[in-house]
């Protein structure tokens, strides 16, 4: 693949799929978390994958994406919403798919999967849960 | 906003002369009886066919009533179809209205017959129904070629 | 041995899965009223399905991925997300088209309303959906499709004269009582029955389902090149049947039982047992192949876990996404639209979209950093970018057309 120093945020990382150590789905990656670097404040740093509505609506834009962020945030427990994180310390291989070193279900990005779970799919006999 | 409103008017205006039809001509009129006509060929020549088949003992009963139903529901949807339209204010176009109407009754009383028949499970019934349905349908071919425009 | 039973099996599934509603009722009606002067429609979007299928079953193969998970990274968000609108809300309709058709096709059986038989229709597809596994769900409703021969069959039963029908397939002319705008409306009909997106999708998230690696491309290719075809020659002896029998009487299908017919006058109630079980086979197949469609959409655009290879309970929102579309599907039927109406509005739409679903593939098989050595070559992308252009062509006029002919009048 390419030298692994050098990532294209578009191409390498951005809408990408993550995928679990099992080889299980986890999310795309709605957006980045960008910082500042502490010696060059003009320089940023990945310091996490953005994952879920509240990464994904401002990259939508316009009222379709005003939208989807205002009902993330009404449906959100938080006080203060924002969108999950997965931690760049996670990522462990950067390849057609982005693997990171936590299970799934650890990594607690997909609150709707486990509400549609709990709620519908996981009282369907044979759902297998 | 102006120029939004203005477009919304022009779109109401042009929905609202769509819904009151323009009076059509004679020729507009032919050409809605004939496309009637034609669809109730379709119809009855249909319903024929499944009884001529069914009498040689190859249909099954279920697919007879089915055929002969749609048959007969289209047939009745033609009829109020075509007498919805307003005919122009000429002697012609009113003949035309006059014998297509006929036609289209024929066809129906035979259709209805038919599937009552067939519903009973009446050969000899069916065998007349069908008969009277199949020179229905050749009446209205016939209407369909002499006024196609 | 088995490798042969396994190619076999696959052949034999494509041929009668290739054929679903839209093709049923589209080959009817232009039977019926154009004879065989529109097979060369057919033939198009046969060798065109054929080109796509081929190359998102290589893509998935090589990739592992679905189409949808590979289109957002390639176009983007905002793309994707219109892409899969329009895919789900035409594949909806599609889905609604195919559990009508399956109710239509136990009506002739029964006789009983097929409104009736809807709701039941569609918790068995959901059932299936849920539980089946997915190569039985897929060589169970494809083999019993071949049921479908019963109209070739049907066809050399009627002893057509084979000189005038193939002369009618290769000088296409206009009948005396139509015109052209009408004719290429139901040229853009065929082409959108033989080319509907779902089959793409469906084809390559199963190809995820049943674990392709680059092995399994020669597999694929002579599925698709063997099966298709010859599921395409299904379609076009339907029409051929109605061009016998219906059009010399002037009888235009506007209903199921009416495809059905010349099979009877043909070959009894034995060929009209068979035509039933063929129609139910076929469109009940399509119905799980579109209902699961939107579920791989959706999921793969957003980046859930889905699929049929993992316990339900690992994949939550997928099959929300399967459930909530056939509840809205059998909500659509149950407004007792026309279901034959719903059928042809679901192909002129699906022709609409065509070029929605088939660039993106285009590019991701173009795509080097995907596809490796497996990319298009040169043959490849000449018909892709050629079909490319015919399938733009029939995107854009299909609307128009329909409005100017009033849906074909």
Avoid at chain 1, 91 to 103: F, H, K, P, Y
Avoid at chain 3, 262 to 285: D, E, M, R, S, Y
Avoid at chain 3, 296 to 315: D, H
Wanted: hydrophobic share 50%; aromatic share 8%; net charge negative.
């Amino acid at each position: 693949m390419t030298d692994p120093s050098r990532y294209d945020l578009q191409l390498h990382l951005l809408d990408r799929q993550i995928v679990d150590p099992d080889g299980e789905l986890v999310a795309k990656v709605d957006d980045l978390e960008l910082t500042p670097s502490r010696d060059d404040p003009r320089t940023l740093y990945v310091t996490a994958l953005l994952v879920g509505p509240l990464a994904l609506g401002p990259r939508l834009r316009g009222r379709l994406g005003r939208w989807v962020v205002a009902i993330a945030r009404r449906l959100s427990d938080d006080a203060q919403p924002a969108p999950h994180r997965i931690d760049m310390a996670l990522v462990q291989e950067i390849g057609s798919a982005i693997t990171v070193s936590r299970r799934r279900t650890d990594l607690a990005v997909e609150p709707l999967e486990r509400w549609v779970g709990d709620h519908v799919v996981n009282r369907i006999p044979g759902s297998g849960a | 906003m102006r120029a939004r409103g203005r477009v919304v008017g022009i779109l109401a205006a042009m929905l609202l002369t769509a819904c009151v039809a323009p009076a059509l001509s004679y020729e507009g009129y032919a050409q809605q009886a004939t496309m009637t006509a034609a669809d109730a060929v379709s119809a009855a020549r249909t319903a024929v066919l499944a009884t001529r088949t069914d009498e040689q003992g190859r249909m099954t009963g279920a697919a007879l009533l089915v055929l002969v139903q749609e048959s007969e529901a289209a047939l009745g949807t033609l009829g109020s179809t075509f007498d919805s339209v307003q005919p122009p204010d000429d002697g012609r176009s009113d003949a035309l209205r006059r014998e297509l109407d006929g036609l289209l009754q024929d066809a129906q009383s035979a259709v209805q017959d038919l599937r009552i028949a067939a519903r009973r499970g009446d050969d000899a019934a069916m065998s007349l129904a069908a008969a009277a349905l199949a020179t229905a349908g050749d009446a209205l071919a016939d209407f369909e070629e002499l006024h196609q425009p | 041995m088995s490798r042969l039973f396994a190619v076999a099996l696959g052949i034999l599934t494509a041929i009668g899965g290739f054929v679903d509603i839209g093709d049923l009722v589209a080959s009817g009606v232009v039977g019926s009223r154009f004879g065989l002067s529109l097979a060369w429609a057919t033939i198009l979007g046969i060798i065109g399905i054929c080109v796509f299928a081929e190359m998102s079953g290589r893509v998935a193969a090589v990739t592992s991925r679905g189409t949808f998970d590979l289109v957002r990274e390639r176009l983007g968000p905002r793309a994707g997300l219109l892409n899969l609108s329009a895919s789900a809300l035409v594949t909806l309709l599609t889905f609604a088209a195919e559990l009508g058709g399956i109710a239509l096709a136990i009506e002739l059986a029964t006789s009983v309303h097929y409104l009736l038989f809807v709701p039941t229709v569609g918790a068995a597809v959901w059932l299936i959906m849920w539980r089946v596994r997915f190569s039985v769900l897929e060589n169970v409703f494809g083999l019993l499709g071949l049921a479908l021969v019963v109209f070739a069959v049907a066809l050399w039963q009627l002893g057509p004269d084979w000189g005038a029908l193939l002369n009618e397939v290769v000088q296409p002319s206009l009948p005396s009582d139509e015109g052209y705008p009408v004719y290429f409306y139901y040229a853009i009909a065929l082409f959108g029955a033989a080319m509907t997106p779902y089959e793409v999708f469906f084809f390559s998230s199963g190809g995820v389902e049943e674990r392709w690696t680059p092995k399994d491309i020669l597999t694929s290719r002579i599925n698709v090149f063997v099966g298709f075809p010859l599921g395409g020659l299904l379609s076009l002896a339907i029409a051929a049947c109605a061009a016998i029998v219906l059009m010399p009487q002037g009888i235009v299908v506007d209903s199921l039982a009416q495809v059905a017919l010349p099979v009877v006058v043909a070959g009894g109630k034995l060929a009209l047992a068979a035509a039933i079980l063929g129609f139910v086979a076929a469109t009940f197949g399509a119905a799980l192949e579109t209902g699961l469609s939107i579920g791989y959409s959706a999921a793969q655009y957003f980046g859930w876990q889905w699929g049929k290879y993992v316990r339900p309970y690992k994949a939550a929102r997928f099959h929300a996404v399967v459930l909530l579309s056939t509840i809205a599907a059998v909500t659509i039927v149950l407004t007792t639209l026309d279901p034959i109406q719903v059928t042809e509005y679901s192909i002129v739409f699906s022709a609409v979209a065509l070029p929605l679903t088939y660039l993106p593939i285009l590019l991701i098989a173009n795509d080097g950093e995907y596809m490796g050595e497996h990319v298009n070559g040169r043959v490849g992308n000449a018909l892709g970018v050629t079909f490319l252009g015919i399938i733009m062509v029939a995107s854009i006029a299909a609307i128009p057309l329909m409005i100017y002919t009033k849906a074909g009048q």
